[in-house]
């Protein structure tokens, strides 16, 4: 997977690229990062990218020349491959747009500073709009980092065990199930015995419905977004009939609509 990188700060990425596994990805020929620093497209004596807003008000604005200069160069306009602007404004990012940008072999990240962008770079060169969640950041650096890491763990052969991705949170559309490791007994709390048991076939019944507990008390508005077995709504029934959780009328209308 490729990535090219827009930024007034290409000096924040390396740090992170260089570590765990977007490292060796990137020693596997996985990953690649371009960085790009949107300042040597700046044409002025100063390397101005920022101004002041039209009809006033507090801030600077990113402006368009260049940044569209810069996506000129690197991948013509229009560009050769999805270009994101990161953003507030955008859509939010989940593991199945992760999972949609794995399957790209190149992808753009166009990272703001200062308080917005001039409005033709969104109307006239990005491809789409991503936000790493509902609060203000100063920079689009650290979400361009969180989009390069989530999508490359899904890129095959990124993660060392082939399964390690399919078990984590929301790639099932649940939360991950809780995991143990040795010591079987710490200051007494114990690991739950069925783990040590050996029986594949009831640890993986166990894990799942852990993993509908957990997602029923922490995220109960992910379950609207799954398919669920019939085993899956047995066991979710018997706890929301018997204990009062929040949102559970939601999952209750579920069950109904499932057994008609
Ligand atoms: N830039 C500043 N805040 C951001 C956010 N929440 N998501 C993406 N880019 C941003």
């Given at each position: 997977?490729?990535?090219?990188?827009?930024?007034?700060?290409?000096?924040?990425?390396?740090?992170?690229?260089?570590?765990s596994?977007?490292?060796?990805?990137?020693?596997?020929d996985l990953l690649?990062v371009?960085?790009?620093?949107?300042?040597?497209?700046?044409?002025?004596?100063?390397?101005?990218?920022?101004?002041?807003?039209?009809?006033?008000?507090?801030g600077?604005?990113?402006?368009?020349e260049?940044?569209?200069?810069?996506?000129?160069?690197?991948?013509?306009?229009?560009?050769?491959c999805?270009?994101?602007?990161?953003?507030?404004?955008?859509?939010?990012?989940?593991?199945?747009?992760?999972l949609?940008?794995?399957?790209?072999?190149?992808?753009?990240?166009?990272?703001?500073?200062?308080?917005?962008?001039?409005e033709?770079?969104?109307?006239?060169?990005?491809t789409?709009?991503?936000?790493?969640?509902?609060?203000?950041?100063?920079?689009?650096?650290?979400?361009?980092?969180?989009?390069i890491?989530?999508?490359?763990?899904?890129?095959p052969?990124?993660?060392?065990?082939?399964?390690?991705?399919?078990?984590?949170?929301?790639?099932?559309?649940?939360?991950?199930?809780?995991?143990?490791?040795?010591?079987?007994?710490?200051?007494?709390?114990?690991?739950?015995?069925?783990?040590?048991?050996?029986?594949?076939?009831?640890?993986?019944?166990?894990?799942?419905?852990?993993s509908?507990?957990?997602?029923?008390?922490?995220?109960?508005?992910?379950l609207?977004?799954?398919?669920?077995?019939d085993?899956?709504?047995?066991?979710?029934?018997q706890?929301?009939?018997?204990?009062?959780i929040?949102?559970s009328?939601?999952?209750?209308?579920?069950?109904?609509?499932?057994?008609?």
């Amino acid at each position: 997977m490729y990535f090219d990188v827009f930024t007034l700060f290409p000096e924040v990425f390396p740090a992170y690229l260089e570590t765990s596994i977007l490292k060796r990805a990137k020693e596997n020929d996985l990953l690649e990062v371009h960085l790009h620093d949107i300042r040597d497209w700046a044409t002025d004596k100063h390397h101005t990218t920022d101004d002041t807003p039209y009809g006033g008000g507090g801030g600077m604005v990113m402006k368009p020349e260049p940044i569209f200069s810069a996506v000129q160069e690197i991948l013509d306009i229009p560009p050769i491959c999805p270009l994101v602007l990161l953003t507030p404004q955008g859509e939010t990012f989940t593991q199945q747009k992760a999972l949609a940008f794995s399957k790209l072999p190149r992808l753009a990240l166009i990272c703001g500073r200062y308080e917005g962008f001039d409005e033709r770079i969104r109307e006239h060169l990005v491809t789409e709009e991503i936000s790493i969640g509902d609060y203000v950041l100063s920079g689009g650096e650290l979400p361009a980092l969180i989009v390069i890491e989530a999508t490359t763990r899904l890129v095959p052969g990124a993660l060392g065990d082939p399964d390690g991705a399919s078990d984590d949170s929301f790639s099932s559309g649940l939360l991950e199930y809780p995991q143990y490791t040795r010591p079987p007994v710490f200051q007494g709390w114990k690991v739950p015995e069925v783990l040590q048991s050996g029986d594949h076939a009831v640890i993986n019944r166990w894990r799942r419905n852990q993993s509908l507990l957990h997602t029923l008390q922490k995220r109960p508005d992910l379950l609207l977004k799954i398919d669920l077995t019939d085993a899956d709504l047995k066991v979710l029934e018997q706890v929301v009939y018997e204990s009062e959780i929040p949102g559970s009328d939601s999952i209750k209308k579920i069950i109904k609509q499932r057994k008609e």
